[in-house]
């Protein structure tokens, strides 16, 4: 596409320079080169776009410098922006292919228009699913017995649903993805651990995407829920009867243990963990690796373990760092005594 094309994507403020210039590609600032293109939105990177190689540049409305050999196109958020223009650039969209492999073993019992649904090579679906139009069960997924899946969702190869899962509308499910397997609950009883029945169910709400190889496990009793548009990551564990609110984000290698509520618009970073029974509220960030051992009621960043606010546990590593030459001037004084 050419700059003046890319420009009118991406709701830029005003024309930029070089109108004709032709785009074939896209890359990080680092990576990009001749009529490639790629945004800046941190300052962080400041130093990256200085050095770039790429013929134009998605920049701030409020970004005053100029690069050598760089359009710069003046939008309001450069990283949507970016993600709107390469939407030019990527294949056509999924388009439906409706209608059942000769592999894939579908129950008698199962209710779906076969003219409305597409079910791959080697799916299984069992007695008294429901599948919604327009939903794909990809290759190799098992859809077990009582579940439901709404419309116009995506499970991605090797998928498993245990019985009685329940899934809104499009919903996304990555490859590997387990839902409803047993909660881990045992009872410690004359010197053996003796199974708790795990009788509730997993139901996952609408436009909730899962990544590759996560596990979300069936409730003790009632449910576990994902709820409306919460997105998450790869290989993470939820546990029984977690709730995990409206549009949150769980990074990977996450693991929250049962009983968990986590309030709506929070944001849990990588290899976090949280232990069971804890409330989370709304708008928390959990920062990387941290580890949540109470309840964090109030909004804000949280980091360290266990868990504390930012700032604080910022000022604790700032203290723990000075440590080493307070050991050497103690050494020094009693040296001189």
């Known amino acids: 596409m050419t700059l003046a094309e890319l420009a009118a994507l991406a709701g830029a403020a005003g024309p930029p320079d070089g109108e004709a210039l032709v785009l074939r590609g896209f890359a990080g600032l680092k990576e990009a080169g001749p009529g490639e293109f790629s945004f800046f939105g941190n300052e962080r990177y400041l130093p990256e776009l200085r050095r770039t ?8 409305l409020d970004f005053a410098e100029s690069v050598a050999g760089v359009a710069l196109v003046r939008v309001a958020n450069p990283s949507a922006a970016f993600a709107e223009v390469v939407k030019a650039f990527l294949p056509p969209p999924r388009v439906l292919s409706p209608g059942v492999h000769a ?3 579908v129950d008698p019992s199962a209710v779906l228009d076969r003219s409305k ?19 794909e069960i990809g290759a190799g997924c098992f859809v077990g017995e ?58 996952v709400d609408d436009d909730v995407e899962v990544g590759a190889n996560t596990t979300i496990d069936r409730a003790r009793f009632g449910r576990t829920w994902i709820r409306e ?27 929250i243990a049962g009983s968990t509520q986590v309030g709506d618009y929070t944001v849990i970073a990588a290899q976090a963990g949280l232990a069971g029974h804890l409330e989370i509220g709304p708008q928390v960030v959990i920062g990387a690796r941290a580890g949540v051992t109470k ?33 050497q001037r103690v050494a020094s004084l009693e040296k001189q005594g």
């Open 146 to 203: 009582g579940s439901r899946i709404g419309r116009d969702c995506l499970l991605h190869p090797r998928v498993t649903l245990y019985r009685d899962t329940v899934l809104g509308d499009r919903v996304r499910l990555h490859a590997g993805v387990v839902l409803g397997a047993d909660g881990f609950g045992y009872e410690f009883v004359e010197g053996r651990h003796c199974k708790i029945d795990q009788v509730g169910m997993v139901q």
């Open 229 to 255: 548009g919460a997105k998450i990551d790869n290989q993470v564990q939820i546990g029984h009867n977690v709730v995990i609110g409206r549009h949150c984000v769980v990074v990977a290698q996450v693991g």
């Open 295 to 327: 309840s964090l009621v109030a909004k804000g960043h949280y980091m360290g373990f266990p868990a504390a606010p930012a700032a604080e546990v910022r000022k604790q590593w700032v203290h723990i760092r000075k440590i080493g030459g307070l050991l």
């Open 103 to 105: 592999s894939a073993v």
């Open 53 to 60: 190689r790429a013929s134009a540049v998605l920049v701030p």
């Open 117 to 135: 649904v597409c079910i791959k090579a080697g799916a299984i679906v069992e007695a008294g699913v429901v599948i919604g139009d327009g939903s």
